[in-house]
């Protein structure tokens, strides 16, 4: 996330930013972490396991699966305070991506697996083109550019998901 926090700080628009970040998250932190920041960006880092859902911790530190029907539902409530995109940065959250773009403009989920360096590379280009002003939709296409300019062949990863009135 460093490296997203720098592409923000040199940006454009950066006085628009503010990065607030979270680690080893639980459901409550996210929960409470969408109404302490009131966010327009969320950006999931971590795992996914398609329909299991996504992996956050529990109150002991192990592993628990967020079910997909929950988090639409999370960001349902957010939907109108704010929340503008959802970026799942995760192997498998496509049917994630998909349950809460009913609810959330642009969501952004992987398809399946994806590496650690083009995670990297498509947050890297997203940020650095929403610094720079540009849409979600084109921000979301600068990022799969930049997987694909590092030669990494998984540019077609990522999948952006629109709310459909």
Known sequence: MG????GLRRAKQREQFTLEQKWAVRPDDLRRALLDYNPQIVHFCGHGAGNQGLVLENDVGEAQFL???ALASLFKLFANRGVECVVLNAWYAELQAEAISQHINYVM????EISDDAAVK???GFYDAVGAGWSY???YELGCNAIA???IPEELTPVLKKKTD
């Open 122 to 124: 498509f947050a890297i």
């Open 3 to 6: 490296e997203i926090d720098a």
């Open 109 to 112: 989920g992987m398809s399946d």
């Open 149 to 151: 300019l590092e030669g």
């Open 137 to 139: 939709e084109d921000a």
């Open 67 to 69: 079910p997909t029907n």
